[in-house]
């Protein structure tokens, strides 16, 4: 059983394989990162614009510029 992985794993084709299964598990995974920052980058964004809105809304900040652009 070992002799057999041992050489589908060493021999041309099994190599091929396994190289290819590697490649696309880093491919897969580097988009699932690149997506998840984004998304994360996109909700603290529209958490902080809230949080804004919150705090513009009381009156000890009517004079804060930044609630003068909303």
């Not at 084709?13 to 997506?35: D, K, N, P």
């Amino acid at each position: 059983m070992f002799k057999a992985v041992k050489n589908f794993l060493l021999g041309e084709r099994g190599a091929v394989l396994t190289m290819e299964h590697i490649i696309w598990a880093l491919i897969i995974a580097g988009a699932t990162s690149f997506v998840g920052y984004g998304v994360s980058a996109a909700l603290r964004g529209l958490a902080g614009k809230n949080v804004l809105i919150i705090k513009c809304s009381d009156p000890a900040y009517a004079n804060d510029p930044r609630c003068s652009q909303l």
